[in-house]
């Protein structure tokens, strides 16, 4: 997806823990996207309240995934992820699902 043509029609960001690995993966891409450090609570809530998805792709979620679900669900940001963990599926739907909808 991020080296892909179409996406020039769309802008998206990348945005992580890790700056420099972030400029890494940002530097592979045949776009320019936004870089975002996004380490703190703080941090993952203005990422979540400046785009409409959010799409995770980095676990492991069962440690980190529970503050970006919640800066999503606070921002009603959409949220996507690509987890095998079905103990955290299981959580995220109890903890945020009434808030969420």
């Known amino acids: 997806i ?3 043509p179409q996406s020039k029609k769309h802008r998206w ?7 420099d690995k972030l400029m890494a993966m940002a ?5 320019d996207p936004s870089v ?11 990422m979540a309240a400046c785009c409409r998805v959010v799409i995770a792709a980095a676990g492991p979620y069962c440690i980190c995934g529970q503050a970006v679900v919640e800066a999503c669900v606070d921002n009603a940001t959409h949220y996507v ?4 963990e079905a103990c ?6 109890e903890a945020f699902h009434e808030r969420a909808r």
């Open 2 to 4: 991020l080296s892909e």
């Open 36 to 46: 975002i450090v996004a380490a703190t609570p703080e941090e993952l809530t203005a």
């Open 13 to 19: 960001a990348l945005a992580g823990r890790n700056v």
């Open 27 to 31: 530097g592979r891409c045949r776009t």
């Open 81 to 84: 992820d690509v987890t095998g």
């Open 88 to 93: 955290f599926v299981h959580d995220m739907v």
